[in-house]
């Protein structure tokens, strides 16, 4: 190129790895590859109660029953783009309430751009039991180093988006280390209504 020309940096050009089915193990939490028999814990968790603050920023949801909630994991269990782990605690949860070994989230890797190395944290949907906890935080961290290091798949940016009125997400991404870069305006339609993404 012409030496008068801006362009950007060098940068190595091997492709990042592939998120893998795998157990991601850590000191109050691991992330599992999601089963069949996380859903009625998943069910009971998330669902219980008004599924209101659960899924309202999010494009699925609320679900009438567990039938419903059951085809809604089986269809997501396999996907590779979003690809999704399960949550679980390794200890007890809300005083005692929730045991230790109990699906209380789910969480998935998306837009998964190999040849570029970028990767998103999404479709985070914690119970309110985890929410909050040293549980929930290192499940994320356990993600975000998985992503990173080169030992897991060796990406070079991490993106975390959400909807842009969602001040618990917006919070919880700076709260990790996330950098506010912008918001893209009338990024989608979910459930009828625009969606700004922050």
Same mark, same amino acid.
């Given at each position: 190129?012409?030496? $008068? ?22 000191? !109050? ?13 998943? !069910? #009971? ?11 309202? !920023? ?8 567990? $039938? ?28 005692? *309430? ?34 909050? *906890? *040293?549980?929930?935080?290192? &499940? ?5 180093? !998985?992503?990173? $290091?080169?030992?897991? /798949?060796?990406?070079?940016? /991490?993106?975390?988006?959400?909807? &842009?009125?969602?001040?618990?997400? #917006? ?11 912008? *918001?893209?305006?009338?990024? #989608? ?10």
């Amino acid at each position: 190129m012409p030496g $008068d020309i801006p362009v950007g940096v060098s940068v190595d050009t091997h492709a990042a790895g592939q998120p893998q089915r795998q157990t991601i193990d850590g000191t !109050y939490a691991k992330l599992v590859p999601p089963q069949p028999s996380h859903s009625q814990e998943l !069910y #009971r968790h998330l669902c219980g109660g008004s599924q209101n603050a659960t899924f309202a !920023y999010l494009g699925v949801g609320p679900f009438e029953n567990e $039938d419903e909630f059951a085809q809604h994991t089986a269809s997501i269990a396999p996907s590779q783009d979003p690809f999704y782990f399960t949550v679980i605690p390794k200890q007890a949860l809300a005083g005692g *309430t929730v045991p230790a070994g109990a699906a209380v989230g789910y969480i998935s890797l998306l837009n998964i751009e190999r040849a570029h190395r970028s990767i998103e944290i999404g479709w985070v949907i914690f119970s309110p039991a985890l929410q909050r *906890t *040293t549980a929930a935080t290192e &499940a994320l961290f356990l993600l975000m180093g !998985y992503c990173m $290091d080169t030992d897991g /798949l060796g990406k070079r940016r /991490l993106e975390w988006k959400c909807d &842009a009125l969602n001040a618990k997400s #917006r919070r919880a991404a700076e709260r990790l280390g996330f950098t506010y870069e912008g *918001t893209f305006r009338k990024h #989608r339609i979910v459930r009828g209504r625009n969606r700004d993404t922050a």
